[in-house]
């Protein structure tokens, strides 16, 4: 995607919507474990894993967030 030749905003909003995928699926990662923590008694472990995927989560809503803009930029590009 940075290689490509486009518009800068039409790249930002490709990087930002790469860095979405990674985003869900480290939140579906941890979501798996969080369960198996659970299913094993680990609740400290559980805790901590929740903690840290709501940490992608909220990662996940400050990418949407500027994507509301970069998107816009780069179809009026």
Do not use: C
Not at 12 to 23: F, K, T, Y
Not at 39 to 54: F, I, K, M, N, Y
């Amino acid at each position: 995607m940075i290689q490509e030749d486009v518009l800068p905003a039409a790249k930002d909003a490709g990087l930002i919507a790469a860095a979405q995928r990674v985003e869900h699926y480290e939140i579906a990662g941890y979501g798996t474990v969080v369960r198996y923590a659970e299913v094993l008694g680990l609740q400290e472990h559980a805790t901590l894993l929740r903690t840290t995927e709501q940490e992608e989560r909220d990662t996940e809503l400050a990418l949407t967030s500027a994507s509301n803009t970069i998107d816009q930029d780069a179809a009026r590009a």
